[in-house]
């Protein structure tokens, strides 16, 4: 199982990885797709996302049974905590909380 979630990338790469996985929810991508395109559509989000970010999530014979990846600045940071992979949301200030809605937050890059 592979999970894709972008945020504020172009309606066209969305309509792309479409014809390769469903949509639930704006962004959020779930399919059942080979390694190797999986990572070829990795590589597709992360060159079309222009300023946007992405985190891929997908099944792997690890203790927590899957790795995850991101790029760009999401909303989220993935932290690595003694081999576990832990989803972090930083803090904001009061000036960040009313920037929120445009989607403001940490970067981080995991594999």
């Not at 009061?94 to 937050?105: C, D, F, L, N, R």
């Amino acid at each position: 199982m592979t999970v894709l979630i972008l945020e504020r990338v172009p309606a066209t790469l969305r309509g792309e990885l479409s014809r390769w996985m469903i949509e639930p929810r704006t962004g959020v991508f779930v399919g059942k797709v080979s390694a190797m395109v999986r990572d070829r559509l990795w590589d597709k989000a992360r060159l079309g996302a222009k300023s946007g970010a992405g985190m891929l999530l997908y099944s792997s014979p690890t203790e927590q049974g899957f790795l995850a990846r991101s790029f760009g600045d999401t909303s989220r940071d993935l932290v690595d905590w003694e081999g576990l992979t832990l989803v972090y949301t930083p803090k904001r200030s009061g000036k960040e909380k009313g920037k929120e809605k445009g989607g403001v937050a940490a970067n981080t890059e995991a594999t």
